[in-house]
């Protein structure tokens, strides 16, 4: 039964919970639709909640068939069972620790929602987190109740797998043993008929560790590249943070039905797929990163967020933030650690900013939800991270070091909060964090605004800069205190020489100055260098010195970003004033991409033009009204100038970065070829699908033959290169996926809607495949003029889908929703075109609580 009246839950009435678990025993009889789940729970009280308590244990969409404690049926008067969970009055349990026995039925087929226990391909497995524990046995599903958990799996699945290590098995049966007490939302469980690849890990201490990734039989030659990460991640770990693997297995499980990226459960990591399967003809250089980044990601969680977890889901930041740093520090280690920031800093921008600058902004630690699974957002991964790069870079390398050492003592086998995170680094630094702490209660990303002022001197010169913070409203928070925002400065004197070298500013007042004296001349300044905190720079800047900061800093983010804010300022006058093309951008592309000192990597991002959702979001932020189609013409019409001036520089590069020898994942190879697709992308302009043409019948990997086909899609000449790629890869899930994405994302905008209504009657499209529904639907909104066509097509389409997607998939429904929360920024009539599919989708009966919140927080 749906929920009538969603409840919203508040941070400030966390209670602990009345009873601690000490021990915690499980049997699955596992079985497609009628699964059997007996749990043997050893409670007793807590002494953190004196007195005496109703024992309430979570339970959904359970059928209850027995319950005992202590051996005895448990009497009908003492309990009433609810759709969220059962309550066993207080009066008829015993006064010392107790034993909870229960045996419940549940049905893996039927569980279209894939949380809990389900299926996938044949295979039986789990996903916990945040509340699917409850959906396999009564429980208290939260993360503040820890326990060592056993396991038993009784079937005639030849591979039966759960957390911990394994202690046992026979014919039909299996059982695993995870020592470390933790949370229900860590369990996990698998079976099925799979195969694996093997390796072995020797940790410092010397142990032996059995590495394993567990995929369905025809997947086996695609998890070298897996398992290769999952090392370096280990001994990554070690070597960075010192922390050590824990148990004598560790498990990866790859399941092609999942709604997530993956799950870091205790020994036994659940992966979507395309996080673990890649070879060079099915992966592009992206999906290479994106396998290496997350599986590093839900290692490091063993420390951050197993070891130590969150006392609520108010803290998720405390795990995903900190854990999404250190992924993003391997990334940076693994490759190039510039180019890792601008990738980062481009996602941040794109969703984090994206969501902080409207109806769904949330501080990276919210203080209310009504859906918990709403909350895995860019904020609490992306923003929370960044959260986390500012207090090192306050702390010090040092101080940050003497914290996580701290904190991993101090905090080793909590369950911890925000708050004793800062106190680890209060303690270990000596610093007050009492107004940093802002940056996690607080919404919004805050504006800086710089003047600047020379005035010379027989001494040398004196330069300020005087910085203004302001955060505009969010909502449920309408004033926003100073925060403290440390500004990562650079000065270079006019030759481009740096004559301050980066100095990291502590801007902790609304407007505050900072003083360079003894400067023999009026420098240039580089702002915010590494993108030094997640704000927007407010800073109009003439054109000569964005060009002279891309030809001389000798900070590399800022280089880029000089670049970009080149790009952004032309683009934003040919939409706005219909100007030209600025050559003056257009001549410092030209001498960046000739300089071959510069990797290739770095090139290709800055040949890269802005998104045009960016651009809708600078020109809202901007106080105007962003026109689609005059965006979408108006970067076209950039493309086509900057390939037209540099065509021959463009097309020697696109020569020159051809892969010569065998294929190599590596950083170094991916950025020849991404800045040999960049130079394609451009050139597509020119050549009317030409190149692309034969580089899709000659590419032997897949990041070339996607960016060729993509070209082709653009020039309207890809009928036969579609059917031939679908025809290649019918049978490979993945890279149908990329064929749906595809046609939709690169269609004229006109047409997104219509191209997107026939793939979705495509025998292929199997819409309950999350991955394939987003493929579609995603591929559709990320078509910026395509979704926002006057027509309103694609809006109602996607509504419509929403709808239907809803009651098999909630999670997915309502995270796709979020292609709708920039209607505010544009015209009336778009305005009044999505209000009505949110009114519409609001007014429809029996929508989940995922879907339900996020549309009334959208509509505001
Ligand atoms: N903890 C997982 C990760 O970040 C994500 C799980 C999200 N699950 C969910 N239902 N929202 O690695
Ligand atoms: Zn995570």
């Known amino acids: 039964m749906k929920d009538a009246s969603p409840q919203t839950i508040h941070l400030a009435d966390y209670q602990p919970y009345p009873f601690r678990v000490a021990r915690v025993e499980l049997t699955f009889r596992l079985s497609p639709r009628a699964t059997r789940v007996l749990s043997r729970i050893a409670f007793a009280a807590n002494p953190d909640r004196p007195g005496r308590h109703d024992l309430f244990l979570h339970g959904e969409r359970l059928r209850l068939l027995s319950a005992r404690i202590d051996g005895t049926p448990v009497p009908a008067a003492a309990l009433v069972v609810t759709d969220e969970g059962l309550t066993v009055a207080a009066h008829a349990l015993p006064e010392g620790p107790f034993l909870w026995e229960a045996e419940v039925e549940i049905d893996p087929e039927g569980n279209t929602a894939l949380e809990g226990l389900y299926m996938s391909g044949g295979m039986y497995c789990t996903q916990c987190e945040a509340e699917g524990f409850r959906k396999i046995t009564y429980y208290p599903d939260r993360p503040d109740v820890m326990a060592p958990f056993r396991v038993r799996i009784e079937s005639d699945l030849p591979v039966m797998l759960s957390n911990g290590n394994p202690v046992g098995a026979g014919a039909g049966w299996a059982e695993w043993d995870d020592p470390w007490p933790k949370p229900a939302y860590l369990f996990a469980l698998v079976a099925g008929n799979l195969v694996n690849l093997p390796d072995r890990f020797t940790t410092r201490s010397g142990r032996k560790v059995d590495l394993n990734i ?78 290496e980044g997350v599986i590093a990601h839900e290692y490091f969680h063993n420390w951050t967020g197993n070891r130590i977890t969150c006392r609520d889901w108010f803290q998720l930041c405390l795990k995903e933030g900190l854990t999404v740093f250190r992924d993003q520090q391997f990334t940076s ?119 600047e002022d020379w005035a010379p001197g027989d001494q040398g010169g004196t330069f300020t800069l005087t910085f203004t913070q302001s955060t505009p409203p969010t909502p449920g928070q309408e004033v926003k205190p100073p925060r403290v925002i440390p500004i990562a400065v650079g000065l270079l004197n006019p030759n481009g020489d740096e004559v301050v070298p980066t100095t990291v500013l502590e801007m902790t007042e609304a407007t505050q ?147 010569g020898g065998p294929f190599s994942p590596d950083a170094a190879a991916a950025g020849r070829r991404s800045l040999r697709v960049a130079a394609l992308a451009l050139l597509n302009h020119l050549d009317g699908g030409a190149r692309a043409a034969d580089l899709f019948d000659g590419a032997t990997n897949m990041t070339e033959r996607a960016a060729a086909l993509a070209c082709l899609i653009e020039a309207g000449r890809a009928a036969e290169a579609l059917a031939a ?51 579609l639907l995603g591929g559709l909104a990320a078509n910026h003029a395509g979704f926002h066509d006057a027509s309103g097509a694609a809006y109602r389409f996607y509504a419509d889908w929403l709808l239907r997607l809803d009651p098999v998939n909630p999670q997915i429904a309502a995270r796709l929703s979020t292609a709708f929360e920039t209607w505010a920024r544009y015209d009336a009539d778009r305005r009044a075109l999505v209000r009505a599919e949110l009114e519409r989708i609001r007014a429809t009966p029996d929508l989940s609580r995922d879907l339900s919140e996020m549309t009334a927080r959208i509509l505001g």
């Open 513 to 659: 100055s900072f003083r360079f004296d003894g400067l023999a001349s009026r420098p240039v300044a580089s702002i915010l260098r590494g993108f030094s905190a997640p704000v927007v720079l407010e800073r109009s800047v003439p054109a000569a010195e964005h060009a002279f900061l891309l030809a001389h800093d000798t900070d590399p983010f800022n280089r880029w970003e000089a670049g970009r804010a080149l790009a952004k300022d032309t683009l934003v006058r040919m939409v706005a004033e219909d100007a030209p093309a600025s050559p003056d951008y257009i001549a410092a592309l030209g001498r960046l991409l000739a300089d071959d000192a510069l990797d290739p990597a770095f090139r290709a991002l800055c040949l890269r033009l802005p998104a045009e959702d960016d651009l809708a979001q600078t020109l809202a932020d901007t106080g105007r009204t962003p026109d689609p189609d005059r965006i979408h013409a108006a970067r076209e019409d950039l493309a086509r100038a900057v390939a037209q001036a540099l065509e021959r520089p463009l097309a020697a590069t696109f020569e020159a970065m051809a892969d």
């Open 333 to 451: 280690d693994m490759r190039s650690g510039p180019v890792k920031r601008i990738e980062d800093v481009l996602t941040l921008r794109a969703r984090q900013f994206r969501e902080d600058m409207g109806p769904l902004a949330h501080p990276p630690r919210p203080s209310s939800f009504v859906e918990i699974n709403n909350f895995y957002t860019a904020t609490v991964y992306e923003k929370g991270a960044e959260v986390i790069g500012m207090l090192k870079r306050l702390v010090g390398d040092d101080g940050y070091a003497r914290a996580l050492d701290l904190y991993f003592d101090r905090h080793d086998g909590d369950a911890a909060t925000i708050e004793d995170w800062l106190k680890v680094f209060e303690d270990a630094t000596g610093r007050d964090l009492s107004q940093f702490r802002r940056w996690y209660t607080d919404a919004g990303t805050p504006r800086l605004s710089v003047a």
């Open 725 to 775: 790629f679908h025809d290649r890869w019918r049978n490979n899930r993945l890279v149908i996926d990329k064929w749906f994405t595809l046609q939709v994302v690169h269609a004229a905008p006109a047409h997104a809607a219509g191209v997107a209504g026939q793939l979705a009657a495509h025998a292929d499209f199997d819409w309950r495949n999350p991955n394939r529904a987003r493929a």
């Open 214 to 291: 567990w995929v369905r039989p025809g997947d086996l030659d695609r998890c070298a590249f897996a398992m290769d990460s999952l090392i370096r991640s280990m001994k990554w770990d070690e070597d960075t943070y010192g922390r050590e693997y824990d148990l004598d297995v560790f498990n990866i499980v790859a399941v092609d039905d999942f709604n997530m990226g993956a799950m870091e459960n205790k020994g036994l990591n659940i992966f979507n797929s395309k996080l673990v399967l890649a070879s060079p003809e099915t992966a592009t250089d992206l999906d290479f990163e994106r396998i």
